[in-house]
């Protein structure tokens, strides 16, 4: 990758800005006029140098907390970077007479006070925020943190403009109103943020002193009620503004009803932002956007007081063209009651221009407050929306149109939606299409047989109460598409439905090859113009390929005729040969693209069997008139330069290089209502690249209005990534309601104006972070930054991550923490520069990330870009132990020190004193920490955390010492000698199973032998190595893996008359580890299964239980094949009742970092009594033996005993003395035999 120094001699500018807007970020323009112009008359360059490294220090430090806090919190580190400074303009004053150098040092001066100065500033603003907003809400609640402040520094675009000074965490509205209040008094402006899912910067700060108000922690949701409009009962549900919109959908669908407003980020986007968005999604074509669903909604205003906006007569449908729209606006106060303030009337085209399905662009709707405003006129709090009875039946049809262009599938769309027009029985209820670019980034699987990518896939929900007549419009749809070249299939099923959308929940990784930068801009015209707005994108895409091929063509000319060879005779005529014939391919694709809407008979020497009467782009479009660079070009040189392996290997690069910046349009969209969404994948480092993006979109936007009729925005709303599209008319009318609702903009300042700075924005570059890749390889940080790099933001891995748990201030989902890393190797690569060493100081920052990680890699399977940051945590935990900065842990390292001891009187002496004595003077301390809760939490936090719960009882003598099974070198294998033998199993028993809990491996071994099951364990007492690898300690682990298998080896080669096929485990972390082990190669064709899922599929042990049984989900599952349920039902007969998320016992994590652990166990415990009704003493069934830990560590409120499910199993089906019979039947019947290795 190359780096352009013409735009960037700023030192430590990671970003997408270029020298001109860092120094119009802190100068005035006539200081970049002035640098420009000292810059063509350099002579050395060392005055220059010294002057961009002041600069490049200030924007580094300015732009990224977790510098700036580092230097804020270290005087003498302060101290030092000024003398430095002040050496750095002495030097350039002692070496100078340049008048215009000296102008230029007293701005840098001036500058550099200011930028000192801000750090005596800072720690005083700190501590009157603190002080102010303490009275408000709780310490937990308020963040000036690096990690909070740059989780909300942007959105899911990833641009940015400064930094929030606080983040603040209201948990009702009386919070917000004050802290409203409390903003005034401080000078601070306020941006309200919900999920953060935001295309188009809407909730990105533009100003200082600003304070994020994150409503996140507002989640409560009311039982489903119905208010009576003209005779008619419409049902409703009330939420607070902080829930997750998927969140409500389910509730909503479990009780029986639709909610209609269902944004595609509806797994992290919040009810405040569908509301100050005015979001749509997949629904909007039957039941319109959220407008058209708001029965009413509160929010608090610029003065604090909290207001409700009304929609009078609501119809109970979408809104209609010819509707009149009523709200009614009150203000709600304890004491004086509600008061209505105005009504507002609107029509239905106030609401959405006439044509389009969709429309966002009119921010002022008359003065109505909250909706499509983008946080700039208050804080929504709660809402009311309008429910709807789902449809009996439905179908979910996937369409696959192919050919050589997107023609066919728009005009399919319109015949479709035309088609249902005057349907009355059964109706669209989604109709969603994506291009072939999302169907190459997502790795679309067709569903035809065809070998070819479709050009464009279309999904459809079709539902009615009509079977029959939704079987018909299902059949008439498969015969509209039958002309235009598609296959068609039909989802009957739930299951077969879920299928074809997930798909469509995945399009987020078309930016996955530019390091996740994208322009996503939304747009909506009328659905009949579809066809024409093909062609238009077509033929924008054909132009930018061409135009990208004439300066690959232009790059390779330059530097071929850079290039000689005089000892080659024939390589200066071959050389002149290919430069001729590359610049006549020029001069044809040039022609192309100036005569590409004219028709083809004007071109020259073409072949074409086609009509020429048509467009040129049409004809180079569907492959009739042929070109190809790879034949033309590329292709070409490497056949006829074979030899020169060098030149050639130089000339990949070059083509690599500019193929890589090649513009990629890709469309997807809401068809049935004409929402069309752009994307732009586009590498943020590259300023040429990143303005022919911009001025793409433009062409876009200019088209959407000019020629299609459209809007510019059906959902994402106007942001920053707008403001230049949007009619001026527009943003005036919204600027007076504004004044008039927010006359001092507190209110997501700066947005909305047509005069806003946009060379202010900018976006991290991980393209130009890798380019300091020896750095990175040096701090072992390569690795790691490549593994996050594709991250979108969008926010999916936020609701199934474990410490995402904002109830308890707890934000750490992989899309704040991969944001987090960002900066962090930012700080890193700045230190190692600065310094000229490597500290590793910033490294310690890296700690809380992967603290704050279960490594339940629940993020994976939703992730659109394939992110486990299970595995990055693991890879920082190694980096931490290899560099010594993990944080020293006695208690953790004691436990791993005994976990690696294999030897039998070694476990015996550490089981008494570890489980016996250890566990007993815990719980005593337990007792005695009580009363003393408040000092201990004071004085020695992390003890008070591990004494918040009582440890269970265990150390009791295992297997092993009940039967002296002893020896390094002897194995055993337990049968029952009085059944006939049905088969040979391996079984691991690990730490957990066999140490701690030594009753589940006796029970796994008892159920087994009482089944006539062969069961061969391996000798001493093995650790699979993951609590090893789960702390870092990798070297460890591998050398511990490598130990296990040399022994399973050696058992293989003894017992292989045995012909084993399963290798049972009672663990996940057993399961996870022992899958790295290639068990299959060691024992031929064996897989490791769960003992639970064994029984269940050998049918072993079957009895009908009428009891609920409670189940915990562990995060380490190792119910792998057939899954929890169906275990269940094959054993017990009935599913088990289960609650979601981690029980907080993490393996080590309890004793590492009790403060993490405690919140996700308390947690557990609600949502466990949030499905029980009698508040007794429970017993929870669970398939890890850490959780049975955890799970019975759960004391205040309720009473749980964790047990293991195959302890549970011994119990039901061999009686409660199942462990005295086992033991009496093993000694009794020889059932044990000693094997020596």
């Given at each position: 990758m190359k780096k352009d120094f013409g735009y960037r001699e700023i030192p430590y500018n990671y970003t997408s800005f270029s020298d001109r807007e860092i120094i119009l970020k802190y100068f005035d323009s006539g200081t970049w006029d002035l640098l420009d112009d000292l810059r063509t008359k350099r002579i050395t360059g060392r005055s220059a140098k010294l002057i961009f490294e002041i600069i490049g220090d200030i924007f580094i430090i300015d732009r990224n907390p977790y510098i700036f806090n580092d230097y804020l919190e270290d005087k003498k580190k302060q101290k030092k970077l000024r003398k430095l400074h002040n050496i750095r303009c002495e030097s350039i004053r002692n070496k100078t007479t340049n008048p215009l150098i000296l102008e230029l040092l007293e701005k840098l001066k001036a500058v550099d006070a200011r930028f000192f100065q801000k750090f005596k500033d800072e720690e005083k603003k700190r501590r009157r925020i603190q002080f102010t907003l303490g009275q408000i809400l709780s310490k937990d609640n308020i963040h000036f943190s690096a990690f909070h402040k740059v989780s909300h520094v942007t959105d899911a675009t990833d641009l940015r403009v400064e930094y929030p000074a606080v983040v603040v965490y209201p948990e009702n509205t009386a919070e917000i109103s004050k802290l409203v209040k409390a903003a005034k008094s401080l000078n601070l402006k306020i941006i309200p943020r919900g999920g953060g899912t935001g295309l188009t910067g809407g909730a990105i700060p533009v100003v200082e002193n600003t304070m994020v108000v994150n409503i996140e922690k507002m989640r409560g949701i009311s039982n489903i009620e119905f208010t009576e409009v003209n005779g008619i009962e419409i049902p409703y549900v009330e939420t607070d503004a902080g829930v997750i919109t998927e969140t409500v959908t389910h509730y909503c669908h479990k009780q029986g009803y639709i909610f209609a407003t269902d944004p595609t980020s509806a797994w992290a986007s919040t009810i405040g932002g569908n509301i100050a968005e005015n979001a749509g999604g997949k629904k909007c074509v039957m039941w319109g956007t959220t407008i058209d669903n708001i029965l009413s909604f509160r929010l608090i205003n610029a003065e604090g007081t909290l207001l409700e906006v009304r929609r009078r007569?609501?119809?109970?449908?979408?809104?209609?063209?010819?509707?009149?729209?009523?709200f009614e606006v009150y203000t709600l106060s304890r004491k004086?009651?509600?008061?209505?303030?105005?009504?507002i009337n609107l029509t239905g085209l106030d609401v959405r221009k006439e044509g389009v399905g969709k429309d966002i662009t009119n921010k002022a709707l008359k003065g109505v407050p909250g909706i499509q405003k983008e946080g700039g006129d208050g804080i929504i709090v709660s809402a009311k929306f309008v429910l709807y009875r789902p449809f009996q039946h439905c179908r979910t049809i996937c369409l696959e149109f192919f050919g050589t262009n997107l023609v066919n599938a728009s005009k399919a769309i319109v015949e479709i939606k035309d088609s249902f027009q005057n349907n009355t029985r059964a109706y669209l209820t989604a109709l969603e299409h994506f291009d072939e670019k999302y169907v190459k980034a997502i790795n679309y699987r067709n569903k035809s047989y065809r070998s070819d990518f479709p050009k464009a896939v279309l999904l459809i929900d079709i539902e009615s109460n009509d079977h029959d007549e939704l079987e018909k419009s299902s059949r008439q749809i498969l015969d509209i598409v039958t002309p235009y070249n598609t296959e068609g299939f039909i989802a009957e099923t739930d299951e077969k439905r879920e299928i074809f959308w997930k798909d469509r929940k995945n399009l987020g990784a078309i930016a996955r090859h530019t390091n996740a930068f994208k322009l996503n801009e939304d747009i909506v015209i009328p659905v009949e113009a579809l066809p024409q707005f093909s062609d238009f994108i077509d033929r924008l895409n054909l132009q930018n390929e061409l135009e990208n091929d004439c300066l690959l063509i232009d790059e390779l000319t330059e530097y071929f005729n850079r290039k000689q060879d005089t000892e080659d005779p024939f390589f200066g005529t071959k050389l002149q040969s290919y430069l001729a014939n590359i610049a006549q391919v020029k001069e044809k694709y040039v022609s192309y693209i100036e005569n590409m809407e004219k028709p083809a008979s004007i071109q020259k020497n073409i072949l074409c069997s086609g009509d020429t009467s048509r467009?040129?782009?049409?004809?180079?479009?569907?492959?009739?008139?042929?070109?190809?660079?790879?034949?033309?070009?590329?292709?070409?040189?490497?056949?006829?330069?074979?030899?020169?392996?060098?030149?050639?290997?130089?000339?990949?690069e070059i083509v690599e290089y500019r193929n890589s910046r090649k513009l990629i349009i890709a469309t997807h969209m809401h068809a049935g209502d004409g929402n069309i969404h752009v994307n732009i994948p586009v590498h943020s480092n590259d300023?040429?690249?990143?303005?022919?993006?911009?001025?793409t979109a433009g062409i876009v936007m200019k088209a959407t209005t000019d020629k299609f009729n459209g809007v510019i925005s059906g959902e994402h709303g106007i942001g920053l990534t707008k403001l230049k599209f949007i009619d001026k008319s527009v943003l005036e009318d919204y600027a007076r309601y504004k004044k008039k609702a927010d006359p001092d903009d507190i209110f997501n300042p700066g947005k909305l104006r047509h005069d806003f700075p946009l060379n202010s924005i900018y976006t991290p570059s991980l393209n130009l972070l890798e380019l300091e890749a020896f750095i990175l390889e040096v701090a072992d940080m390569k690795d790691l930054t490549k593994s996050i790099a594709s991250c979108v933001r969008c926010g999916k891995c936020k609701e199934v991550c474990n410490t995402h748990y904002p109830e308890c201030s707890m934000f750490y989902s992989p899309r704040n923490k991969i944001l987090a890393v960002t900066l962090i190797t930012e700080a890193v690569l700045y230190e190692a520069q600065t310094t000229n060493n490597l500290s590793f100081h910033n490294f310690r920052m890296l700690r809380d990330i992967s603290d704050h990680c279960t490594m339940c890699h629940n993020c994976y399977n939703p992730c659109p870009v394939n992110i486990d940051f299970g595995n990055v945590s693991l890879a920082i935990r190694k980096l931490l132990n290899e560099r010594k900065r993990s944080e020293p842990k006695f208690i953790t390292s004691f436990v791993l020190f005994y976990l690696k001891r294999k030897g039998y009187y070694a476990n015996k002496i550490l089981?008494?004193?570890?489980?016996?004595?250890?566990?007993?003077?815990?719980?005593?301390?337990?007792?005695?920490?009580?009363?003393?809760?408040r000092v201990t939490a004071i004085i020695v936090?992390?003890?008070?955390?591990?004494?918040q719960s009582r440890l269970p009882r265990t150390g009791k003598p295992s297997v092993r010492e009940l039967l002296s099974l002893k020896g390094t070198n002897t194995f055993f294998a337990f049968q029952n000698k009085k059944m006939e033998l049905k088969k040979s199993v391996v079984y691991f028993p690990g730490c957990g199973s066999e140490r701690m809990f030594p009753d589940i491996s006796m029970a796994v071994i008892a159920l087994l032998y009482n089944a006539g099951v062969r069961v061969v364990i391996p000798p001493e007492y093995l650790c699979?190595?993951?609590?090893?690898?789960?702390?870092?300690?990798?070297?460890?682990?591998?050398?511990?893996?490598?130990?296990?298998?040399?022994?399973?080896?050696?058992?293989?080669?003894?017992?292989?008359?045995?012909?084993?096929?399963?290798?049972?485990?009672?663990?996940?972390?057993?399961?996870?580890?022992?899958?790295?082990?290639?068990?299959?190669?060691?024992?031929?064709?064996?897989?490791?299964?769960?003992?639970?899922?064994?029984?269940?599929?050998?049918?072993?042990?079957?009895?009908?239980?009428?009891?609920?049984?409670?189940?915990?989900?562990?995060?380490?599952?190792?119910?792998?094949?057939?899954?929890?349920?169906?275990?269940?039902?094959?054993?017990?007969?009935?599913?088990?009742?289960?609650?979601?998320?981690?029980?907080?016992?993490?393996?080590?994590?309890?004793?590492?970092?009790?403060?993490?652990?405690?919140s996700l166990r308390g947690r557990k415990r609600d949502n466990f009594l949030s499905i029980i009704e009698k508040k007794e003493p429970l017993t929870i069934l669970t398939s890890c033996p850490s959780c049975v830990q955890g799970l019975s560590k759960i004391n205040n409120r309720v009473s749980v005993q964790g047990k293991h499910l195959a302890v549970h199993l011994a119990e039901s089906f061999l009686g409660k003395n199942w462990k005295k019979d086992f033991i009496k039947s093993v000694n009794k019947n020889e059932g044990v035999e000693r094997i020596i290795l």
């Amino acid at each position: 990758m190359k780096k352009d120094f013409g735009y960037r001699e700023i030192p430590y500018n990671y970003t997408s800005f270029s020298d001109r807007e860092i120094i119009l970020k802190y100068f005035d323009s006539g200081t970049w006029d002035l640098l420009d112009d000292l810059r063509t008359k350099r002579i050395t360059g060392r005055s220059a140098k010294l002057i961009f490294e002041i600069i490049g220090d200030i924007f580094i430090i300015d732009r990224n907390p977790y510098i700036f806090n580092d230097y804020l919190e270290d005087k003498k580190k302060q101290k030092k970077l000024r003398k430095l400074h002040n050496i750095r303009c002495e030097s350039i004053r002692n070496k100078t007479t340049n008048p215009l150098i000296l102008e230029l040092l007293e701005k840098l001066k001036a500058v550099d006070a200011r930028f000192f100065q801000k750090f005596k500033d800072e720690e005083k603003k700190r501590r009157r925020i603190q002080f102010t907003l303490g009275q408000i809400l709780s310490k937990d609640n308020i963040h000036f943190s690096a990690f909070h402040k740059v989780s909300h520094v942007t959105d899911a675009t990833d641009l940015r403009v400064e930094y929030p000074a606080v983040v603040v965490y209201p948990e009702n509205t009386a919070e917000i109103s004050k802290l409203v209040k409390a903003a005034k008094s401080l000078n601070l402006k306020i941006i309200p943020r919900g999920g953060g899912t935001g295309l188009t910067g809407g909730a990105i700060p533009v100003v200082e002193n600003t304070m994020v108000v994150n409503i996140e922690k507002m989640r409560g949701i009311s039982n489903i009620e119905f208010t009576e409009v003209n005779g008619i009962e419409i049902p409703y549900v009330e939420t607070d503004a902080g829930v997750i919109t998927e969140t409500v959908t389910h509730y909503c669908h479990k009780q029986g009803y639709i909610f209609a407003t269902d944004p595609t980020s509806a797994w992290a986007s919040t009810i405040g932002g569908n509301i100050a968005e005015n979001a749509g999604g997949k629904k909007c074509v039957m039941w319109g956007t959220t407008i058209d669903n708001i029965l009413s909604f509160r929010l608090i205003n610029a003065e604090g007081t909290l207001l409700e906006v009304r929609r009078r007569n609501h119809p109970h449908r979408k809104i209609n063209p010819e509707d009149e729209v009523i709200f009614e606006v009150y203000t709600l106060s304890r004491k004086k009651g509600e008061k209505l303030l105005r009504t507002i009337n609107l029509t239905g085209l106030d609401v959405r221009k006439e044509g389009v399905g969709k429309d966002i662009t009119n921010k002022a709707l008359k003065g109505v407050p909250g909706i499509q405003k983008e946080g700039g006129d208050g804080i929504i709090v709660s809402a009311k929306f309008v429910l709807y009875r789902p449809f009996q039946h439905c179908r979910t049809i996937c369409l696959e149109f192919f050919g050589t262009n997107l023609v066919n599938a728009s005009k399919a769309i319109v015949e479709i939606k035309d088609s249902f027009q005057n349907n009355t029985r059964a109706y669209l209820t989604a109709l969603e299409h994506f291009d072939e670019k999302y169907v190459k980034a997502i790795n679309y699987r067709n569903k035809s047989y065809r070998s070819d990518f479709p050009k464009a896939v279309l999904l459809i929900d079709i539902e009615s109460n009509d079977h029959d007549e939704l079987e018909k419009s299902s059949r008439q749809i498969l015969d509209i598409v039958t002309p235009y070249n598609t296959e068609g299939f039909i989802a009957e099923t739930d299951e077969k439905r879920e299928i074809f959308w997930k798909d469509r929940k995945n399009l987020g990784a078309i930016a996955r090859h530019t390091n996740a930068f994208k322009l996503n801009e939304d747009i909506v015209i009328p659905v009949e113009a579809l066809p024409q707005f093909s062609d238009f994108i077509d033929r924008l895409n054909l132009q930018n390929e061409l135009e990208n091929d004439c300066l690959l063509i232009d790059e390779l000319t330059e530097y071929f005729n850079r290039k000689q060879d005089t000892e080659d005779p024939f390589f200066g005529t071959k050389l002149q040969s290919y430069l001729a014939n590359i610049a006549q391919v020029k001069e044809k694709y040039v022609s192309y693209i100036e005569n590409m809407e004219k028709p083809a008979s004007i071109q020259k020497n073409i072949l074409c069997s086609g009509d020429t009467s048509r467009p040129l782009f049409e004809l180079l479009r569907d492959g009739i008139i042929l070109y190809s660079t790879h034949d033309d070009v590329t292709g070409h040189f490497r056949k006829n330069f074979h030899g020169y392996n060098e030149m050639i290997a130089e000339f990949d690069e070059i083509v690599e290089y500019r193929n890589s910046r090649k513009l990629i349009i890709a469309t997807h969209m809401h068809a049935g209502d004409g929402n069309i969404h752009v994307n732009i994948p586009v590498h943020s480092n590259d300023c040429r690249m990143m303005q022919k993006a911009d001025e793409t979109a433009g062409i876009v936007m200019k088209a959407t209005t000019d020629k299609f009729n459209g809007v510019i925005s059906g959902e994402h709303g106007i942001g920053l990534t707008k403001l230049k599209f949007i009619d001026k008319s527009v943003l005036e009318d919204y600027a007076r309601y504004k004044k008039k609702a927010d006359p001092d903009d507190i209110f997501n300042p700066g947005k909305l104006r047509h005069d806003f700075p946009l060379n202010s924005i900018y976006t991290p570059s991980l393209n130009l972070l890798e380019l300091e890749a020896f750095i990175l390889e040096v701090a072992d940080m390569k690795d790691l930054t490549k593994s996050i790099a594709s991250c979108v933001r969008c926010g999916k891995c936020k609701e199934v991550c474990n410490t995402h748990y904002p109830e308890c201030s707890m934000f750490y989902s992989p899309r704040n923490k991969i944001l987090a890393v960002t900066l962090i190797t930012e700080a890193v690569l700045y230190e190692a520069q600065t310094t000229n060493n490597l500290s590793f100081h910033n490294f310690r920052m890296l700690r809380d990330i992967s603290d704050h990680c279960t490594m339940c890699h629940n993020c994976y399977n939703p992730c659109p870009v394939n992110i486990d940051f299970g595995n990055v945590s693991l890879a920082i935990r190694k980096l931490l132990n290899e560099r010594k900065r993990s944080e020293p842990k006695f208690i953790t390292s004691f436990v791993l020190f005994y976990l690696k001891r294999k030897g039998y009187y070694a476990n015996k002496i550490l089981r008494i004193l570890l489980l016996r004595i250890g566990y007993s003077m815990q719980r005593l301390g337990y007792l005695l920490n009580k009363p003393l809760n408040r000092v201990t939490a004071i004085i020695v936090p992390k003890i008070n955390g591990i004494l918040q719960s009582r440890l269970p009882r265990t150390g009791k003598p295992s297997v092993r010492e009940l039967l002296s099974l002893k020896g390094t070198n002897t194995f055993f294998a337990f049968q029952n000698k009085k059944m006939e033998l049905k088969k040979s199993v391996v079984y691991f028993p690990g730490c957990g199973s066999e140490r701690m809990f030594p009753d589940i491996s006796m029970a796994v071994i008892a159920l087994l032998y009482n089944a006539g099951v062969r069961v061969v364990i391996p000798p001493e007492y093995l650790c699979c190595g993951y609590p090893l690898m789960a702390n870092g300690r990798m070297k460890e682990a591998e050398t511990k893996s490598y130990e296990n298998r040399v022994i399973f080896h050696r058992i293989s080669d003894i017992v292989n008359y045995m012909e084993i096929e399963d290798v049972i485990v009672s663990c996940g972390t057993c399961f996870e580890m022992l899958n790295k082990y290639n068990i299959e190669n060691i024992f031929p064709g064996a897989a490791i299964t769960d003992i639970n899922e064994f029984i269940a599929r050998e049918s072993i042990y079957q009895k009908k239980f009428n009891n609920t049984l409670l189940y915990h989900e562990p995060c380490h599952s190792p119910l792998k094949s057939i899954g929890a349920d169906k275990t269940f039902i094959a054993i017990y007969g009935n599913k088990p009742l289960s609650a979601p998320n981690c029980c907080g016992e993490g393996g080590t994590m309890s004793l590492s970092t009790p403060h993490i652990s405690n919140s996700l166990r308390g947690r557990k415990r609600d949502n466990f009594l949030s499905i029980i009704e009698k508040k007794e003493p429970l017993t929870i069934l669970t398939s890890c033996p850490s959780c049975v830990q955890g799970l019975s560590k759960i004391n205040n409120r309720v009473s749980v005993q964790g047990k293991h499910l195959a302890v549970h199993l011994a119990e039901s089906f061999l009686g409660k003395n199942w462990k005295k019979d086992f033991i009496k039947s093993v000694n009794k019947n020889e059932g044990v035999e000693r094997i020596i290795l």
